[in-house]
Every structure is written in structure tokens, then in C-alpha cells.
């Protein structure tokens, strides 16, 4: 194990005081649904290549949080990618690749990249 | 699951929308027993007697809206297959505790896999949680 208690208490601190900075001011919130589904098809990768890339460019803007199964398995892994004010868009069978092009065309660029989106809007749960 | 670090995971996950502040991650790699033991605890909202039998079942889940929950089986189901055993210890307003444990040298134990990384993951995703990590090898 190479990780070591303080490391975990480090990321803590740095991601608290981001959350700080941002609250209020996130512009785009992503969404990696992280249910028994999602992870069992690589939903940790997914994550983890969103991640790298909001540290590549130090972004202090884009919330990243994770949540359950939003109810389509099948096409797990999936992320929700929200800008500020406009309707959630759900992203299905991702890649790390794929993540790429969501992150630049879509969290950077605002332009939702429609070959991989599965609709717009958030599910109900009656 | 690939591997265990996506199971424990999975359960941490459970953990957190059981409301945990606290999750404890303990992992054990006793070469002397041939024994992998890995423990989960949070101070969650815990389940009572009766959640704790039914958790098992894949056809149960406490999510509404939803039809099944397979995180839990599908953890009893790997140490089971890996030779090992499992066992939740929970009680309501008192948080849980799961134990899996694997023959290490079982030729159908699934390898531990990234726990690194799925400790950072959780960290950095929900900061607010107080993460303890361990791991000891004998």
C-alpha cells in the first residue's frame, strides 16, 4: 500500500476548500453514476479520466460527485454532465476516450456531443 | 467485479448513501493463514436484524425505485467462490460492518485490484467523508 492516511487527509482538505471556492459558482456539475451496474463496467476509469482532466487544467469551476444506478444498466458506464442553467445531459457506454470528447466538447466547449448521449433531462424516480 | 477493490467500492458507495461521515477500510493479506480478510465499517444508519438477512437476497434493495440490490450478494458470492466466508454486522442508528474473507492461494479468488485508487476515488469525490485505510500484510 503506498497510500498513507495523511494522503487521504491532504485530497480532503485541497477537495473541501475547491468546494468552498465553488459553491455558488460551479459552472458544470458531472455526475459519474457509480451503482453496483456502473462500477462493475468500468465506472471507476470513467471517473478517473474526468478527474484527470479537470486536474490537467485546474479547473475550479466543475463539480464532480458521483450518485447510484440511474435505472440503464445496460448502457453503464454512464455520466450526467450539467452546465449551469441548462438541462442535465446523460452520457451512455463510456469510454475513457469517449470521456475525452465529452470533456473537451461538452464541459469546456458547451456543445453536447449527441452520438453519445442518451437523452437531456434527469430521470424520475415514482 | 473484476477484482475487490471494485467491490469495496461498491460497498463504500453503500455506505455513504446510508449517510456515513465515517468509513473504515481494513484489509489483512496473512500469507502465514493463506488468508485475505477485508473489513468495511461505517457509522451509517445501519439496517435492523431483518435488512441485514434480506440483504443477501439480490432481489431486495432499501432504494426506492428500484427492483434489486446486488452489491452485497455479489460480494458474499466472491468470498464464497474465493473459498472465504462473509458476514454484516449492523444495527440501526449504529453503522455496519461488513467482513469477506478469501483463501488467498484459491484458484478462483479474485485479485485484490487497485484499492489505491478506489480510496482516492472515494476521497475525492466525497471529502467530506472521514476515510480510514489500512492495510497490513503478513
Redesign the interface.
Known sequence: MKLKPEDLDKISQRMKATTILREGAGRVKVTVHMGTCGIASGARDILGAFLKHIEEIDAKDIIITTSGCAGLCSHEPMATVELKDEAPVKYIDLSVDKVSRVFKEHVMGGEIVKEFALAIGSERIS | ??DIS?HI??IA?NSI?AAASRIEITIIEDWERDLLYVEIRDNGTGMDEETVQRALNPFYTS????RVG??IP?LAQAAREGGGSFDIESEPDGGTKLIATFVLSHPDRKPLGD???????L???????????E?VRK
Open positions: 467485479m473484476q471494485l467500492l461498491d458507495e448513501a432504494k426506492p425505485g428500484k446486488l452489491g455479489l484499492v489505491d485508487g478506489t480510496v482516492q476515488m476521497q475525492l469525490t466525497h471529502p467530506e467523508i472521514k476515510l480510514e485505510y492495510f
